[in-house]
């Protein structure tokens, strides 16, 4: 396909590689009326991971749907605030470890 442009227009493209990773996961159910949200936690079977892909064995239970969500260790209690920005690739992790 040709396109002509006016004299003094210049046409340029703009790319972007996205890469892609697979990885399996557990998804909590989405609406369970015997947990209620604000009170629920998960046992962590394999479907966390950390920011580096490293799965967290470590972690051994945490909360879902609250804010801040919060993760169980054996002698760690993680709080973690997140704000995931859909127009760039800003996203931002503040966590707190007692």
Partial sequence: MRCSLPDGYISTTTNRLIKYNSAEYILPPDDDIEHPKQFTFFENKGQIIDTENELREDIKF??????PTIFFSDDVLSYVWSRVDTTSDDDTLNRIDM
């Fill in 62 to 67: 945490y909360s879902h749907r609250i804010t």
